[in-house]
């Protein structure tokens, strides 16, 4: 591994990291020990626990910190006392100091902040891995929040993903676990998420489209920004009064009506995800309100998915199939494998159970885990949007423990799906449908008369592409190769033997020379075979374990 010289104190801090945590094999094979005394990553290891890891992600930096927040997210890759402790990352990462923000706002803004608010307060509301909240009011006294960006942010996390692109493609390389996962892929997607997160003009207009398309939902609300005020680094919203979600005590949920705002919840992310194609990706505890009236806001479009038309159908079936407990066809939608014996059965074997049993996110990640197990390659939009419902489960939890997601899409597929049809069927795409439809008329009769002709004069041919075609044909010529030498070589022996009783002038070990010759070549060729089958085999099958 080339390690580059100015980045040797973060190759030391990952390796570390790996070692306390688990994956030693992995700075193993990294060779890090060309660099670092293995012994030296050793120190300090016995400090392993999950509030541990907390702090020492919190020491790397902000993309660490990143780092950390998407795994609180993904029960399927770690155990719970560790999401519980990286949890802490959502919402309560340390400020950084007011006099920084006061020369961010003054640069971006080109006013001084008394200037622009004629209010500001110096401790923030929030902080966050990339930014940090702060209450404030414009000149004309409304209350709004503005969202600071940390300084020089963007060049640590450059620099950071320089780091980790090495590593990843190293691993991609030469582990096969890396193989596996495609650590390159999922880091390319990692930083194309965190540079969305890191303009805020991006976030202002994601604001305006989700509120937009949520404005039939009347229990949910997207606070709007104020445009004058953001920049690429500074980001003022409308104040929204309420409390976090995760704030509620139980006297608190018992004044809100939880059943009507998880319905309405977990429909608006479908009609998000399924119809609109843009959708709130982090919609963790920390990032959902109560507001004063009752109602939900949605906090913090950073993050958001995107998905496709072709890849909304995909992910309508397999929710439908995933509520319904058809484990074959969720399998079949979402890797398109010929063995799907073990995903089919444990979609099967969720089927009509609650949310105290079952959610839809995790679901979906195992599926995603189960393909990737078996050698797929998941779309990431699927990967999203199961570690997106599982937060989301999570908050319908907190709102009305007898929540059935699974019951819910049930309920509100065919409308989803009518919602798809309807929008399909919009002015310019039925003038696409009908041009495209008259096209295939006027052309239909010369192509069924070319296609009789053919027929008739027998002139028809079907061309198959096979994309395995070439593998099949060289194992193909493989067997029939070693099948002709082994005959070869058996006639060899054979005819030796018969010949050993016609006497010869001379004679080899007291036997016939000629066939003594044929005899001994016979035994030398079938030992190469042999070695030659061992070896082909054996590189074979480490090929395919990669």
Known sequence: MNLSPAHLKRYKQIATLLW?????????????????????????????????????????????????????????????????????????????AYGEIEQIVMTELGVRISK??????????????????????????????????????????????????????????????????RFGTVLAEFRATIREELNYEREAQNLIAVGKNLKEFKLIQVPQPILDYSTHCVLTMEYIPGRKITTLGPLAQLDIKGAPLAEELFLSYLKQVLVDGLFHADPHPGNVFITDDGRIALLDLGMVGHTTPPMQENLLKVLVAVSEGKGDEAAEVVVRMSEKTQIGQMVASSRNQGLQELNVGQSLLNLSRHAVENGLYVPSELTLLGKTLLQLDEVGRILDPTFDPNASIRRNAAAIASRRMAQDVSQGGVLSSLMEMKEFMVHLPSRVNRIMDSIANAELEVKVKATDAKTVVDGIEKVANRITNGLLLSSLIIGSALMMRIETRWHLFGYPGFAMLCFLAGAVGTVALLYNISVQDHKSRKNRSR
């Open 20 to 96: 306390k945590y688990g994956r030693s094999d992995l700075v193993k094979q990294m060779a890090v020990d060309e660099v670092f005394d293995p012994q030296e990553l050793k120190e300090g290891v016995p400090d392993t626990g999950p509030e541990h890891l907390v702090d020492d992600l919190e020491a790397m930096g902000p993309t660490y910190i990143k780092l950390g927040q998407v795994l609180a997210g993904r029960p399927d890759l770690l155990p719970d006392p560790y999401l519980k402790a990286l949890a802490r990352l959502q919402d309560r990462v340390k400020p950084f």
């Open 116 to 181: 622009a608010f004629s209010r500001f307060d110096p401790e923030p509301i929030a902080a966050a891995s990339l930014g940090q909240v702060h209450f404030a009011a414009l000149r004309d006294g409304r209350p709004v929040v503005v969202k600071v960006q940390r300084p020089n942010i963007r060049q640590q996390i450059a620099e950071d993903f320089d780091v980790l692109a090495e590593i990843a493609a190293f691993l991609d390389k030469h582990t096969e676990i890396g193989a596996r996962y």
